[in-house]
């Protein structure tokens, strides 16, 4: 499973190298009660649901904010237009 986020705002979902659905989406912050912490969430309009979303390192971590208390962990690969920063070494 592949999930794609771009910079507009578009979340594109694949299984298998598929295309499943696609979805607009926004990306939320909200504020915990007493002695509770805010919780990130991604808003999906066109999809079901919301999910909450944390980052360690290079994996995302989702969890359904209704329904199955699954929680999913991906690995961010690099993009097609990524520039390195690791310098070669001189021979």
Do not use: C, W
């Not at 594109?12 to 007493?34: E, K």
């Not at 509770?36 to 944390?54: A, D, F, K, N, W």
């Not at 329904?67 to 990524?82: Q, V």
């Amino acid at each position: 499973m592949i999930v794609e986020f771009d910079r507009r705002g578009r979340a594109r979902f694949y299984q298998d190298g598929n295309l499943t659905s696609a979805a607009a989406f926004t990306v939320r912050h909200f504020r915990g009660g007493f002695r509770r912490s805010g919780r990130h969430v991604i808003l999906y309009r066109g999809y079901e649901g919301s999910q909450y979303y944390s980052v360690a390192g290079n994996t995302l971590y989702l969890q359904e904010m209704r329904g199955k208390a699954a929680r999913h962990s991906y690995t961010r690969l690099p993009s097609d237009n990524a520039v390195s920063t690791v310098m070669p070494r001189p021979l």
